[in-house]
């Protein structure tokens, strides 16, 4: 081969090499909790990623989906797989907030960007080092529990009983609620809590019921936010129960049946997406979603699934500005990817529309939850009859 051909041969192979890297795959991993005792979050949020972009602007997107079993000691175990082996640009999940915790030291060590579809805000708050590399796609505590307390104060609630679960999402939620009812005059006269896998809640019943509180509030995700009202509703409560956004989900309804009936709770807008205004910016993006996992699945998504489909969504947005500093499957493409999800603005998606900031990483305003009640077994906006 003359010297001229080799060099012809060899600028070629040089370009075509550039040109393979600057258009990489981005490999994303996604960790649910789609068997053991959370599976109820986890099953839609593991059906959702079928639905989420497999394009994305020249980058081709790769998902590598892992089932944790609602062990916090797997979620590590798979946090670690997809980091250290699989080299991933970005990590979905885990489903439950102990998982989610469990994780985030990994991630900030990795420089690995974490969308995290769980209910805890403490995931994302206060926000320290570690936890800039954290992204919360559920609305934070605060902003349900504020519409929670609206609604209390306009029904003139004075004493308030708190049940909650004894991991962070139950602990953050009495925190928030404790200065929350503080700062408005509610006394809180009974608090207690409960494990997840719990099969009787009598005990903590009766002490909310002799405490006799105008109203009770349950703070637990998924299935375990069933007992604590059904035990109040056998042993003769007759004040109002509010759940928090952890109980969005048709389930709830079902497991608990007419012994749930007349609960409120603040949520994402798919609840009752038919009775909210097509001027919402989110109401399209919340339908689109629901039609597709519907023709997948066959059944009608919980919330809980659309938090994993909102993550591809941001993503979607993101790795196209990561991708113009950077190429996939690099430390500064992940680098580039967190600095490019802080900048996200005005971002409708199927939970509400997301604005993050340098020390807001959930990013939702109030657009991202309504008012909803349970009335003949159905979820409905709370002003409608």
């Known amino acids: 081969m003359s010297l001229k051909n080799a060099f012809l041969l060899s600028s070629l192979c040089t370009a075509m090499a550039l040109t393979t890297s600057a258009l990489a795959d981005v490999k994303i991993g996604v960790i649910t909790s789609s068997t053991g005792p959370i599976a109820l979050v986890g099953i839609p949020q593991r059906n959702s990623v079928p639905l989420m972009p497999t394009q994305i602007g020249e980058h081709k997107v790769s998902y590598i989906s892992l089932d944790d079993g609602s062990d916090p000691t797997a979620s590590v175990k798979a946090f670690k797989k997809l980091i250290d082996e699989e080299r991933v640009d970005a990590i979905i999940g885990p489903s439950?907030?102990?998982?989610?915790?469990?994780?985030?030291?990994?991630?900030?060590?990795?420089?690995?960007?974490?969308?995290?579809?769980?209910?805890?805000?403490?995931?994302?708050?206060?926000?320290?080092?570690?936890?800039?590399?954290?992204?919360?796609?559920?609305?934070?505590?605060?902003?349900?529990?504020?519409?929670?307390?609206?609604?209390?104060?306009?029904?003139?609630?004075?004493?308030?009983?708190?049940?909650?679960?004894?991991?962070?999402?139950?602990?953050?939620?009495?925190?928030?609620?404790?200065?929350?009812?503080?700062?408005?005059?509610?006394?809180?006269?009974?608090?207690?809590?409960?494990?997840?896998?719990?099969?009787?809640?009598?005990?903590?019943?009766?002490?909310?019921?002799?405490?006799?509180?105008?109203?009770?509030?349950?703070?637990?995700?998924?299935?375990?936010?069933?007992?604590?009202?059904?035990?109040?509703?056998?042993?003769?409560?007759?004040?109002?129960?509010?759940?928090?956004?952890?109980?969005?989900?048709?389930?709830?309804?079902r497991l608990g049946g007419r012994k749930v009936e007349g609960t409120i709770l603040a949520a994402s807008l798919m609840l009752v997406i038919d009775e909210v205004p097509d001027s919402h910016p989110s109401k399209p993006i919340a339908q689109d979603y629901i039609n597709r996992y519907r023709e997948m699945h066959g059944s009608t998504p919980a919330t809980f699934g659309a938090n994993v489909y909102d993550a591809g969504l941001l993503l979607e947005q993101a790795i196209p500005l990561a991708s113009e500093a950077a190429k996939p499957g690099t430390p500064e493409f992940r680098a580039a990817l967190r600095d490019a999800l802080e900048q996200t603005t005005e971002l409708a998606a199927t939970q509400g529309v997301y604005s993050m900031t340098p020390e807001d990483h959930s990013g939702f305003d109030e657009r991202g939850r309504e008012l909803i009640t349970v009335r003949g077994g159905k979820w409905t906006l709370l002003g409608e009859q």
Request: hydrophobic share 45%; net charge negative; aromatic share 6%.
């Open 96 to 253: 439950g907030s102990p998982n989610a915790m469990g994780v985030i030291q990994f991630a900030a060590e990795s420089g690995t960007p974490m969308l995290a579809p769980v209910g805890t805000a403490a995931v994302v708050l206060p926000m320290t080092e570690q936890k800039k590399w954290v992204f919360k796609t559920t609305q934070n505590d605060d902003l349900i529990a504020a519409a929670l307390m609206e609604d209390m104060l306009a029904k003139g609630v004075k004493t308030l009983g708190f049940v909650g679960t004894a991991d962070p999402y139950g602990e953050n939620w009495s925190r928030v609620m404790t200065a929350l009812a503080e700062e408005n005059g509610i006394k809180i006269v009974a608090s207690e809590r409960f494990q997840r896998q719990d099969t009787s809640m009598t005990g903590q019943g009766l002490k909310i019921l002799m405490a006799k509180p105008d109203a009770v509030l349950v703070a637990a995700p998924g299935s375990s936010a069933v007992m604590p009202q059904t035990t109040l509703f056998d042993q003769g409560y007759k004040g109002q129960v509010y759940q928090t956004h952890g109980a969005a989900l048709d389930d709830f309804l």
